[in-house]
């Protein structure tokens, strides 16, 4: 290696932050108010943000975070309609309970009003381990339509505006309803083609929301990721799509699926320090970055003997535990990457047994320092995946989100690992890491859904172009 190589300073990753927002703020400008209420595996959360519309740029208002755990238990005559990853039973009432409770909280920290403040709420979930099908997602976000009823939310909050007469007074101007009209792209991706994404894999939608997330998050830095980008979410499961580079929509070419947090959490349950079956990395996470040195990186290389990452086989209906079609995918030509232990987590019991052995040799420290070298080489191999599928060249934009794939040393290991797939020739310039992917992707649909943009800031079209409205408006004239 070259002297100069050697003294360059490593670069550094782009982390998107946004400058929180405080209530008199938000009464200056026009702030468009949006929550996003996901119900995770892991966390139920509400998380309320405020988009200035003279920019565009998007801040966090409040975020309130429960244990999806802690929801309460279900009543005798009630129908138990899904099970988080880790077992917890979910009712259709439990869930709105926890839903109501989590959107009152939000508002009430941040003095908000739901029936005066609050614009629009995106509802998400992750929770879809227990399902037969992809499509029976479906069924568990009309269950969060209870709470947010529930706890006061006005219907016309929840569904895209018909006019432009629907939309209030203040946010007129910014509204293009009279040019151009929702058609299904979200921050100029189509979901995969002829369906509504869910049909391939059930948390497709989470995949869109992580994506345009993203994007807007990206914003905040400087790496540009409009199309063709790849965005993972690592949540407790992985989500996350592949976008084309075409104008004026790029088209969704691949989806990821499986497990991501679930891999440190069972890793973390043979522990011992927290409970072996509904514990979680979250709960000993102390914030704080750990020092990844050479024994780490040894366990962390045995950690991931026991991880598979491939293009998911036809014929399996589930992958990671997330429902698929490989087959249907197939005919839309949409390839689906996921990440497994085992057969749908078979053997997470022996990352939990290899968790306690490093955990009683090394200490926490360590553990924690392998579970993040592990899950960069999780997050390099599934890229390497998309490039031999010929879906990521060095065009393409990469962008990382979800608590196990942002948390303590993983940008700095997730841009070295992916640095060495030799794609690009400055990596922390074409790799993002954002925080809240999803909720802010939920602000960036609520505005979709009512045609509003701010054409100086764009967030659609391709890296390095312009604005794109004025294809949409040709596009939509020939459609
Ligand atoms: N420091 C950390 N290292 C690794 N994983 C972590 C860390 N902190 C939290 N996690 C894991 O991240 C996951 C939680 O992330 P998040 O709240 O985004 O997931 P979720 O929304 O509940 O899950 P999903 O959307 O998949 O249903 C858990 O599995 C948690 O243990
Ligand atoms: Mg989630």
Redesign the pocket.
């Known amino acids: 290696m070259s002297i100069s190589r050697l003294l360059r300073s490593k670069p550094k990753p782009r982390i998107a932050e946004s400058p929180p927002v405080d209530i008199l703020e938000l009464k200056k400008d026009p702030y468009y108010i949006v929550a996003s209420v996901?119900v995770?595996?892991?966390?139920t959360k509400c998380i309320l943000t405020a988009t200035n519309m003279k920019n565009g740029q998007t801040r966090i208002v409040n975020k309130t975070v429960k244990m999806?755990r802690d929801v309460r238990k279900p009543r005798p005559g009630e129908e138990v309609f899904a099970h988080t990853l880790c077992g917890t039973p979910l009712t259709r009432e439990s869930v709105s309970e926890l839903v109501r409770d989590t959107l009152l909280e939000s508002h009430a920290t941040a003095r908000l009003s739901i029936k005066d403040d609050l614009n629009f709420v995106v509802r998400s979930t992750?929770?879809v381990a227990g399902f037969s099908s992809p499509d029976e997602v479906g069924t568990f976000i009309q269950a969060l339509a209870d709470g947010c009823l529930i706890a006061g939310v006005p219907p016309r909050l929840m569904t895209p505006a018909m006019s432009i007469q629907n939309i209030p007074d203040r946010f007129r101007p910014y509204s293009l309803m009279e040019k151009i009209v929702f058609n299904g792209p979200v921050a100029s991706v189509f979901p995969p083609k002829g369906s509504t994404g869910v049909e391939i894999v059930a948390n497709e939608m989470?995949g869109e929301l992580a994506t345009a997330g993203i994007k807007e998050g990206s914003k905040w830095t400087d790496v540009d990721f409009r199309n063709p980008c790849l965005s993972l979410d690592?949540?407790?499961?992985l989500d996350g799509r592949i976008t084309s580079a075409e104008m004026p929509y790029s088209n969704t070419i691949g989806n990821f699926c499986g497990l991501?947090?679930?891999i440190?959490?069972a890793l973390i349950q043979g522990t011992g320090l927290v409970d072996p079956q509904t514990g979680?990395?979250?709960d000993l996470?102390s914030g704080k970055k750990v020092k990844v040195d050479r024994t780490a990186r040894d366990y962390a290389r045995v950690i991931d003997e026991h991880i598979r990452i491939e293009r998911v086989p036809v014929g399996r209906s589930r992958y990671g535990s997330v429902p698929v079609d490989p087959a249907a995918a197939e005919k839309i030509g949409v390839v689906l990457i996921g990440c497994d232990v085992g057969e749908n987590g078979s053997e997470l019991n022996r990352l939990s047994q290899l968790g306690r052995k490093i955990h009683q040799e090394k200490g926490l420290k360590t553990l924690?320092a392998a579970?993040?070298v592990a899950?960069a080489i999780t997050a390099r191999r599934l890229v390497k995946v998309a490039v031999d599928a010929g879906l990521v060249t060095r065009d393409t934009a990469i962008g990382v989100t979800?608590?196990?794939g942002i948390?303590?040393n993983k940008p700095e290991l997730i841009l070295e690992e992916i640095g060495t797939l030799g794609l690009y020739d400055q990596p922390e310039k074409n790799i993002v890491f954002v925080d809240d992917g999803l909720a802010r992707g939920a602000a960036v649909m609520a505005r979709c859904m009512n045609s509003m943009g701010t054409p100086r800031h764009p967030m659609g079209g391709l890296r390095g172009g312009g604005c794109i409205l004025r294809q949409r408006i040709e596009y939509e004239a020939r459609t």
């Open positions: 996901e995770g595996n892991s966390t999806t992750g929770v989470e690592f949540g407790t499961t991501a947090g679930a440190p959490d979680t990395t979250l996470f924690f579970i993040d899950a979800g608590r196990a948390s303590g």
